[in-house]
Nanobody
Framework: QVQLVESGGGSVQAGGSLRLSCAAS????????MGWFRQAPGKEREGVAA????????YYADFVKGRFTISQDSAKNTVYLEMNSLKPEDTAIYYC???????????????????WGQGTQVTVSS
């Protein structure tokens, strides 16, 4: 079993920035896909960004392109989501996920992931 622990959520005004972190508890587990998802009240969980730890390829949902950046620190088994120019509609619980297969654009799909973190709240006020 792999535990993913997110941190870095909080409250910020529109236009502000936050950096989320996701640390995997088991260093022997090397995922081939790491993703960030979010779920707003009353909405489906949606893919935000994904990264292939082995090759560095990344994919982003259209609604965050140019504002969010996903990155990794392999030595720390940690993935980050840098969020800039935040908007009120970015308010949601953000989840980290790890998967065994890299599916390219399909890595923004929930079905690509086996393990999930508990989520961290991001609130953006206008």
């Amino acid at each position: 079993q792999v535990q993913l622990v997110e941190s870095g959520g909080g409250s910020v005004q529109a236009g502000g920035s936050l950096r989320l972190s996701c640390a995997a508890s088991r260093y022997t587990y090397r995922p081939n896909a790491m993703g960030w998802f979010r779920q707003a009240p009353g909405k489906e969980r949606e893919g935000v960004a994904a990264i292939w730890p082995g090759g560095g390829s990344t994919y982003y949902a259209d609604f965050v392109k140019g504002r969010f950046t996903i990155s990794q620190d392999s030595a720390k088994n940690t993935v980050y989501l840098e969020m800039n120019s935040l908007k009120p509609e970015d308010t949601a619980i953000y989840y980290c996920a790890a998967g065994s297969l890299w599916r390219g654009p399909g890595s923004l799909s929930r079905s690509a992931y086996n393990y999930w973190g508990q989520g961290t709240q991001v609130t953006v006020s206008s």
